[in-house]
């Protein structure tokens, strides 16, 4: 086993919280885990946050329907724009946790950069919740958004769908599915180390395994809480890595930190999607953990993950 090292950087993060929190997440932690992501979540509140900003934030009611009840989501929208496109953001949290709110600052720098909402957007956790209830919430909510689109001053097509871990996972199986349905597809796909992959039997999956942040064991138990631990035949709306076919998609962003578990799934899936006729955009950041410019957003490694992510997104908006 060889693990590629950490960036310099940002390696004196991963090792303190490894040392605080430890490499592994039982399921037994998970209520403890999400209770303090809760804690500093409320400790600076979102009139805090916009404070000053020129973005305003609305929470709007999406009604439950026979796949699950109603739920909320958080648009943040800057004072002015002349784009009617809109992202929308589905969190991460390893299908155990996590919070549509979780990212607030970041999405109102999204929205205040790029001068288009942000939509944040919420799900049923695992394992309360198991498959298909979070796939299920995303696909209500995308579709809810795609009806209303013109009241939220928006055009249906031009709706950007960005998913962070296992966001990532959930935005994946989002656009197949819709593909499927012959439902109204993105204008393109951010999949920001997205989770693929329920099997776990890549090089980097074994390599991080009792090390790094989210390590294999980690997603193991979190793939046992969304799927059951006895599995074999599983839905690519579930599990994106295992569809037969990933031709037909939206041009799609990858990204991923090559000291992770998720590293070989992402590059994997991105290599299947040129396969297919796809234009799909890949970046494999040296020496990152996962979530490593969230937690070292300092690291130049970070700073240049953030700057890459926020061009593409320009990119797009600018070829529309």
Request: charged share 20%.
């Amino acid at each position: 086993m060889t693990r590629v090292p950490y960036d310099s950087e940002v390696q004196p993060v991963a090792e303190w919280f490894m040392a605080t929190y430890g490499p592994t997440m039982p399921a037994e932690v998970v209520p403890m885990a999400r209770a303090a992501f809760e804690q500093q979540r409320l400790a600076r509140g979102l009139d805090e946050l916009v404070a000053g900003r020129p973005v305003s934030v609305t929470n709007v009611e999406v009604p439950g329907d026979e796949t699950g009840p109603a739920s909320e989501i958080t648009i943040f929208s800057p004072e002015s724009t002349s784009k009617r496109n809109a992202v929308f953001y589905i969190h991460g949290g390893g299908m155990v946790m996590g919070h549509r709110l979780d990212g607030a600052e970041e999405f109102i720098t999204m929205a205040e950069q790029l001068q288009v909402p942000v939509i944040a957007v919420a799900y049923r956790l695992a394992p309360e919740n198991p498959f298909p209830a979070a796939a299920d919430d995303v696909r209500r909510t995308w579709l809810w958004v795609v009806e209303h689109a013109a009241e939220l001053g928006v055009d249906a097509d031009g709706l950007l769908l960005v998913g962070a871990s296992s966001g990532g996972g959930l935005a994946a199986g989002l656009a197949l599915r819709l593909r499927d349905e012959k439902q109204q597809a993105p204008l393109a796909v951010g999949l920001l180390s997205p989770m693929l992959d329920d099997r776990n039997d890549s090089v980097s999956s074994r390599d991080y395994d009792g090390t790094s942040i989210w390590d294999r064991r980690s997603n193991l138990m979190a793939w046992d809480a969304y799927l059951g631990a006895e599995r074999s035949a599983v839905s690519p709306y579930a599990a994106p890595a295992r569809a037969a076919d990933l031709s037909g998609l939206p041009p799609t962003f990858l990204e991923v930190g090559s000291s992770e578990v998720f590293r070989d799934e992402v590059t994997d899936f991105a290599s299947r999607l040129w396969a297919t006729g796809n234009q799909a955009e890949l970046h494999v950041w040296a020496g990152g953990f996962h979530g490593f410019s969230g937690f070292a957003p300092e690291a130049r490694v970070s700073v240049a993950s953030l700057a890459a992510r926020a061009d593409w997104l320009r990119r797009i908006l600018a070829h529309r």
